[in-house]
C-alpha cells in the first residue's frame, strides 16, 4: 500500500489538482464481476469514458480542442462490514491537456461538475452498461424492467461470492447485528456531489490541490489499503468475532458478530482470482500514451538506481517515514544528520564479541522445529 502510493505520487500522477471518482453498482453485477474480470474491466472502461466525455465537454465550450486527460483506477472489492462490494475509485486530473502548436503541453484546470451532469453520468453509465449485459447474453428485459441472467458455468465459489455480497450466512441469514436500532430515513437526500441511477451510485466530491501532495499520497493509501485492519476485530469468550464497523450504519447497527467460519467465509470472496489487476491505467497515463512522458513528473529515485532502471525500490525507511511517519534515522541525540548504514555484520564470531563487549545476551536463539499438521479427525467436516 505505501510503496504504491509513493510510486503513484512520485512517478505517476502529474502535479496538478485531482478529483475523486467512485462508481458503486448493484448487488448483482458486483457478485458477477467478483469471478468475471473481464466484465470488471468493461464496465470500468463505460465509466471512465463517461467520464472522459465529460471533461472534453467542459473542455469544448472553452474552445479547448483535442483536449485529453487521464486516471488511475484501484478496484476495491470490500466494503466496511468486510463484504464483497467490487466498485471503482478513480483519481483523474480535474481538467484537461491541450498541446499548441510549438508543441508544448498546457494544463487547464476545469470547475467541479454539477449535480445535473452527475446526474448525466451516472444515466450514460447505467444505460451502457445496461447494452453491454444485453448484447453479452447476462440481462434479459421483461416487463418489470429487466433481469439478470444466472451464469451457466460459475467459479467454485460463486456461492460464497454471493453470500458475501448480500451480507448472509450459509444458511440465508443476516449476520447478527449489535448497536442501537434505529427506523431507515428513506427522505435522506442525496449531496449535491453524489448522485444515483438505479443501483449505480456516483461520488465526485474529494478534490486535492496541486501542492498538496502529501494529502494526495495520503488518499491513494486510502484507496490501496487492505481490507481489514486487526484492531476491528474482537475475539470473544465462545471463539466468535465481533466486527466493528468504520462508521455507524443508518440503523443503529456499529458491529457485527461473526463465526470463525463466517470470517474465513468472507476473506475468501475477497481474495482476487489469479492474474487479474487492481490497478488500472487510462488516458493520457495509460503505459503507451503519447503524452504520458511529458506529463508525469520527473522520478527522484529513493536510492541509486540498480538493475531496473525503470522502477526503482523505494527504500523501507523512506516507506516507513512517509506511510507511518516513524523517521528511523533520526539522531536519537537530536542532531541534524540522519543515521547512515556503514556496515552489515555477520560473521557470529565478531557479532557474539561485540554482544559480550556491550553487556548484551549473546547465547544463540534456539528455534523449535515446525510443529505437524492436525490429525484430519480433528475437523468437524459434517460442520
Not at 502510493?5 to 496538478?16: E, T, Y
Amino acid at each position: 500500500m505505501t510503496e504504491r502510493a509513493a510510486d503513484l505520487v512520485d512517478r505517476v500522477l502529474p502535479r496538478v489538482r485531482h478529483r475523486q471518482w467512485v462508481l458503486s453498482l448493484p448487488y448483482w453485477l458486483r457478485w458477477r464481476m467478483a469471478w468475471d474480470h473481464a466484465l470488471a474491466l468493461t464496465v470500468l472502461k463505460i465509466f471512465v469514458a463517461e467520464v472522459f466525455a465529460h471533461y472534453r465537454i467542459r473542455a469544448h465550450r472553452r474552445d479547448l480542442l483535442n483536449a485529453r486527460t487521464g486516471s488511475v483506477t484501484v478496484i476495491q472489492r470490500f466494503g466496511s462490514a468486510l463484504n464483497l462490494n467490487v466498485h471503482f475509485h478513480t483519481l483523474v486530473p480535474d481538467g484537461v491537456w491541450t498541446e499548441d502548436a510549438d508543441g508544448r503541453l498546457a494544463f487547464h484546470p476545469l470547475d467541479a461538475p454539477t449535480a445535473e451532469e452527475l446526474e448525466r453520468i451516472a444515466e450514460r453509465i447505467a444505460y451502457r452498461t445496461r447494452e453491454h449485459l444485453v448484447a453479452e447474453g447476462l440481462w434479459e428485459d421483461d416487463e418489470d424492467g429487466g433481469r439478470p441472467l444466472h451464469a451457466d458455468d460459475p467459479p467454485a465459489l460463486s456461492d460464497v461470492y454471493e453470500r458475501s455480497v448480500l451480507q448472509r450466512d450459509a444458511e440465508g441469514r443476516r449476520l447478527p447485528r449489535i448497536g442501537v436500532r434505529m427506523p431507515l430515513d428513506p427522505g435522506t437526500e442525496l449531496g449535491a456531489d453524489r448522485r444515483r441511477r438505479g443501483a449505480f451510485d456516483l461520488y465526485a466530491g474529494v478534490v486535492v490541490g496541486a501542492k498538496r501532495r502529501e494529502r494526495l499520497e495520503c488518499l491513494c493509501r486510502y484507496l490501496l489499503r487492505p481490507s481489514l485492519s486487526a484492531d476491528r476485530l474482537t475475539l470473544l469468550p465462545d471463539g466468535d468475532v465481533l466486527l466493528k464497523l468504520k462508521t455507524r450504519w443508518s440503523d443503529g447497527t456499529t458491529h457485527l458478530r461473526l463465526t470463525p467460519h463466517q470470517l474465513l467465509d468472507r476473506l475468501a470472496a475477497l481474495i482476487p482470482r489469479p492474474q487479474t489487476n487492481e490497478v488500472v491505467y487510462h488516458g493520457v497515463l495509460a503505459a503507451n500514451a503519447s503524452w504520458r512522458s511529458r506529463i508525469v513528473p520527473d522520478a527522484t529515485p529513493a536510492r541509486p538506481r540498480r538493475s531496473n532502471p525503470k522502477r526503482p525500490n523505494h527504500r523501507w525507511a523512506e516507506l516507513m517515514r512517509r506511510g507511518l511517519e516513524l523517521d528511523v534515522l533520526r539522531c536519537p541525540q537530536g542532531c541534524a544528520t540522519p543515521l547512515k548504514l556503514i556496515a552489515l555484520i555477520e560473521r557470529p564470531a565478531v557479532v557474539r564479541a561485540i554482544l559480550i563487549h556491550l553487556g548484551l545476551p549473546s547465547d544463540r536463539v534456539r528455534t523449535e522445529p515446525a510443529r505437524a499438521p492436525p490429525a484430519q479427525d480433528a475437523f468437524d467436516w459434517a460442520s
